[in-house]
């Protein structure tokens, strides 16, 4: 299997093949927690007011999401995995904007298939990607505001490179560092302990967030 890590969002509509979206702090994670409380889809949104016009169109669409960390006025949920696990939408569409993770999603409507992925459903994604192995697999880390890197997204695109080699690292190992990362500093001056704890956990979750594209982009389990 040819796996390749972009470190570059520049040229990702020029990728082809399966390409994993990874931002673990946090909208990956809180797109897994979404669909395994049974939304009924997830539609990632770049840009906020299109996110809050699509909101007052569809008034029954729940809105997630975050700026700075923090959810804008008016949101119905944050991007937090742990409250959109404990709200579980189940059969609701969730319309989610942040300032990472659903930034590039648009942009790979040509790549064939796309992912989310993060510690949590490593080996799910894995396993999945694993059924085609004659497709390139691209990995994306988003990095911080999609604009520089992230160690919690780099250290993910490793290990699931390594995973999919067949020759995975010890997470015990990379387990400490990514809880005293700038990220994770982050999220605990947010008092953000209980996501911090989802977000590195490695394979609570059993499924690939799998990328349809159509009138909006929407994420199914």
């Known amino acids: 299997m040819q796996v390749m890590i972009i470190n570059s969002l520049s040229g990702l509509e020029r990728l082809r093949g399966a390409v994993v979206i990874i931002d673990v702090f946090r909208a990956s994670n809180t797109t897994i927690a979404l669909l395994a409380a049974r939304a009924q889809r997830v539609i990632p949104i770049a840009d906020l007011e299109e996110a809050r016009g699509l909101k007052k169109a569809h008034p029954d669409w729940l809105l997630a999401g975050e700026r700075d960390g923090v959810p804008p006025?008016?949101?119905?949920?944050?991007?937090?995995?742990?409250?959109?696990?404990?709200?579980?939408?189940?059969?609701?569409?969730?319309l989610h904007t942040t300032s990472a993770g659903t930034q590039?999603?648009?942009?790979?409507?040509k790549a064939g298939a796309v992912f989310h992925g993060s510690f949590a459903n490593a080996s799910a994604l894995a396993r999945h990607l694993g059924q085609d192995p004659g497709r390139p697999v691209h990995l994306l880390p988003m990095g911080y505001r999609a604009t520089e890197?992230?160690?919690?997204?780099?250290?993910?695109?490793?290990?699931?490179?390594?995973?999919?080699?067949?020759?995975?690292?010890d997470f015990e190992k990379i387990?400490?560092?990514?809880?005293?990362?700038?990220?994770a500093r982050r999220m605990k001056r947010l008092g953000?302990?209980?996501?911090l704890e989802f977000c590195t956990t490695l394979d609570s979750h059993d499924l690939a967030p799998t990328v349809h594209y159509g009138e909006l982009p929407y994420i199914t389990a």
């Open 73 to 94: 006025p008016g949101f119905d949920l944050d991007n937090s995995p742990t409250k959109a696990a404990a709200l579980a939408p189940a059969g609701k569409t969730v």
């Open 175 to 183: 387990r400490p560092g990514l809880l005293d990362c700038p990220g």
């Open 149 to 169: 890197p992230a160690h919690e997204d780099s250290a993910f695109a490793e290990y699931l490179a390594a995973l999919l080699r067949g020759d995975p690292p």
């Open 192 to 195: 953000l302990l209980a996501d």
């Open 104 to 109: 590039a999603v648009a942009r790979l409507a």
